[in-house]
Each structure stands twice: as structure tokens, then as C-alpha cells.
């Protein structure tokens, strides 16, 4: 099985509260930086459980961009795609008591243009596109693209349909247009996103709907089947949904795919940082 993610690589700081922010002061914390972006996430966790993995994004040409293509390639992820003028994205996600809260600088990734593109790197089983290559532009006329070459080679394509908040934005209606004209073979959401959208509009062949805490459900053309969450101590929740993602594109039957991802999650909530 190989999995190719197009997305963002982005420098991942992790910030987990020992106490609430205090305006004009400091609080303890426990702080990381490392790899993450929903586009790397998936590639090192689609790694861990036993896929080629290969992560397809525009990084920059600085320190931040050195250090997370070297972590993801420490993660066994092979990491290709244009390298330009600019920062490398970063993004800080502040946790406290379980929830975490994004601020997001995607840096030069938006920027990957169709012309950057190689038919070469979407040689896979499946293409899992982040939501969030799908906001701006040229990204979006290049997850398009992916997703074209990806299908002649044989290759399934998968969303993940990112932040409701970015969604709201963008636009619902347009947005779903766009869903239409990619349409995914399988799609991941959250319950917001999937409100957002109107659950009921989404018509591919496999919807995932990640319920957190309460696990997930797969939606079929005949089945709904719901999966319970594997308990687990919630020490950073950034990642789970990526992890879980990863999981079920792996492989096998749904029944497998769903506990599979569901059981990453449980292991990304445990520890600090998106990757495994």
C-alpha cells in the first residue's frame, strides 16, 4: 500500500498549558516544535502503521523547512515537492485541560503551483488531499491536478475537508462545487465540518465522521456503522484526526480500517505532537 498526501509541511509548535494564559504574564508550559501539517501528519502516520508514505507540499528554503523534512524523513516518509523563496508555514496550537485552539501561518505552501507538479510523485494506491489545499490558490488548481493523475495511474483519492472555520470563509456552497468536481472516493470530516456542509449533500462512497471523544462513524451506500473511541488519556489532541485518517486508508475491510485509525488516535492523544 502507498499513500501520497499533497498538502502543507509545516513547523508544528505545540504549546500545552500547565495553567490559563495570564494577559501581560507567564505561565508554565510544556512547549514542542517539530513537523506537522495535515498533509505531513498523515504521510508519518501512514508510515508507522506500515505504508509507503509520501508527502507531496511546498516548503521554504530555511531552517524551518530543514528541520521538518528531516523529521519526516526520520519518520520514513519520503518527502518530495518544490522548494522556493520564503518561510516554511508554521503553526502554534495552544492546548489546555484536553482542547486545543490553532493559529495557523502556512508560509509558501499555497504557492505550489500546477506547473511545480510531477506526474511521477502521484504514483499510489491512494491520494489523500488536505482541505486545506483546497482554500487558496494555486494550491487548489494543484490538488486538482493530483487528483487527475492520480486516477490515470489507478489510484483511489480521499479529503479531508479541514476547518470548519475555514470552510465558513471560503463559502459552504462553493466549496462542496469543488468537492463535486474532485469527487473523493472517500471523505473525512468532523461534526462541525460535516454540519457545515450539510452531511446529508456528501455523496461519496465513503463518508468518515470523526466524533472525538465519541469515536467515529463510516458511511457507506448501504451501510452506517459507528465506532466507539478506545480510552485513553487526552494529553494533546492535535494530530488525532490525521492519525485517524491514516488508519483507515491503510487498508482492509471497513470493520478493520475504522479501528485501525480509531486506535492511532488513541495513541497521538497520549503523548504531545502531531506525529508519532
Excluded at 498526501?5 to 498549558?17: A, E, P, R
Excluded at 507567564?26 to 501512514?46: F, K, L, M, S, Y
Excluded at 521538518?68 to 524523513?73: I, P, R, S, T, W
Amino acid at each position: 500500500m502507498r499513500i501520497a498526501t499533497l498538502g502543507d509541511v509545516l513547523l508544528d509548535v505545540v504549546v500545552l498549558l500547565g495553567e490559563p494564559l495570564a494577559p501581560g504574564g507567564d505561565v508554565r508550559a510544556t512547549n514542542r516544535a517539530g513537523a506537522g501539517g495535515q498533509a505531513a501528519n498523515v504521510a508519518a502516520w501512514a508510515a508507522e502503521l506500515g505504508a509507503e508514505a509520501r508527502c507531496i507540499a511546498k516548503r521554504g528554503a530555511d531552517a524551518a523547512g530543514e528541520l521538518v523534512a528531516g523529521e519526516l524523513v526520520a519518520h520514513g516518509v519520503e518527502l518530495v515537492g518544490p522548494v522556493g523563496e520564503g518561510a516554511t508555514g508554521v503553526v502554534v496550537s495552544v492546548v489546555h485541560e484536553g482542547d486545543r485552539s490553532l493559529a495557523s501561518d502556512r508560509g509558501v505552501a499555497p504557492s505550489f503551483s500546477p506547473e511545480e507538479l510531477e506526474a511521477a510523485w502521484l504514483g499510489c494506491d491512494v491520494l489523500h488531499l488536505s482541505g486545506y489545499a483546497l482554500l487558496r490558490e494555486p494550491i487548489a488548481a494543484t490538488a486538482l491536478l493530483a487528483a487527475r493523475l492520480a486516477r490515470k495511474q489507478g489510484a483511489r483519492v480521499s479529503v479531508d475537508v479541514a476547518a470548519w472555520t475555514e470552510i465558513r470563509s471560503y463559502g459552504p456552497v462553493r466549496f462542496r462545487e469543488l468537492l463535486d468536481e474532485l469527487a473523493p472516493d472517500v471523505l473525512f470530516a468532523t461534526e462541525a465540518e460535516w454540519e457545515l456542509l450539510g452531511g446529508a449533500y456528501l455523496t461519496a462512497p465513503v463518508g468518515v465522521l470523526k466524533r472525538g471523544a465519541r469515536g467515529c462513524s463510516v458511511f457507506s451506500e448501504d451501510a452506517k456503522l459507528d465506532f466507539a473511541a478506545v480510552n485513553a488519556e487526552v494529553v494533546d489532541p492535535t494530530g488525532a484526526g490525521d492519525a485517524l485518517a491514516a488508519g483507515f486508508l491503510v487498508g482492509g475491510s471497513m470493520e478493520e480500517a475504522a479501528r485501525r485509525g480509531i486506535d492511532a488516535a488513541a495513541r497521538c492523544i497520549a503523548k504531545v505532537g502531531s506525529l508519532p
